[in-house]
């Protein structure tokens, strides 16, 4: 089964420090694999989209990274503000017969503390 | 319009009620994927649309569940008989087209609860 798993799932941690969340799936065959930042009560909104062929990308103080041979991502939070505040999914795409159908993991809740 | 609009905002049923939830895609943009979140959930996959053909509606959890979208912009997501199990946040998302790497943006979604 097509799993995405992510860890930890909740975080908290003070204004200005970084930290960086994990994601382990099992999707296959893998298309891509994105983070998305949700605030409660709102849609998902992207942050990084990476194929297969990259292994890092950046959006401001956001940094993901993947690891395609182990099926690994991280995303990396720079100098962390209030409004970071939010729950942080990781989704990859399956391609599976040319159809783009995506897998959500449940999300890491951050919450940084003035 | 300057996102993706999802209408009502909040619909409270009864069971057994049909419901009729409608999202707005960006326009021009010609995929619309329908997610369903539980709480302390991620989204989980419902279908996806194509233009106005259902592309991969695997994700719909019985044939309670449909979704049209006639002229490949609205989409209309339609629950019969609901039951308490289906009450959740309903997402829409639009994208320009099917890709790799094409930027999903979501809607608010719709709060559905079945009392």
């Known amino acids: 089964k097509n799993q995405v798993e992510q860890s930890p799932q909740s975080l908290i941690i003070l204004e200005g420090k970084n930290c960086t969340l994990q994601?382990?799936?099992?999707?296959?065959?893998?298309?891509?694999l994105r983070w998305y930042k949700q605030d409660t009560g709102r849609g998902p909104v992207s942050l990084t989209i990476?194929?297969?062929?990259?292994n890092t990308k950046s959006n401001g103080r956001y940094t993901a990274t993947l690891d395609a041979d182990t099926k690994q991502s991280s995303l990396h939070i720079t100098a962390s503000q209030l409004s970071d505040s939010a729950s942080y999914i990781c989704?990859?795409?399956?391609?599976?017969?040319?159809?783009?159908?995506?897998?959500f993991g449940t999300g890491t809740r951050l919450k940084v503390l003035a | 319009g300057a996102g993706v609009s999802q209408t009502p905002s909040n619909k409270v049923t009864e069971k057994g009620k049909y419901v009729e939830l409608r999202c707005d895609p960006i326009?021009?943009?010609?995929?619309l994927y329908w997610y369903r979140q539980s709480l302390g959930q991620g989204p989980e996959f419902l279908i996806y649309?194509?233009?106005?053909?259902?592309?991969?509606d695997s994700g719909l959890p019985n044939d309670r569940f449909f979704a049209v979208r006639p002229e490949g912009s609205v989409s209309t997501l339609k629950i019969q008989r609901t039951e308490r199990g289906d009450s959740a946040v309903y997402l829409c998302?639009?994208?320009?087209?099917?890709?790799?790497?094409?930027?999903?943006?979501f809607g608010p979604g719709t709060r559905l609860t079945v009392l």
């Open positions: 998302a639009s994208s320009l087209k099917v890709s790799g790497r094409d930027e999903q943006f």
């Open positions: 994601c382990n799936y099992t999707v296959s065959p893998f298309s891509n």
């Open positions: 990476m194929t297969f062929s990259e």
């Open positions: 989704v990859v795409g399956d391609s599976t017969s040319g159809t783009y159908k995506y897998i």
């Open positions: 326009s021009g943009h010609t995929a």
């Open positions: 649309f194509q233009g106005t053909g259902a592309a991969d």
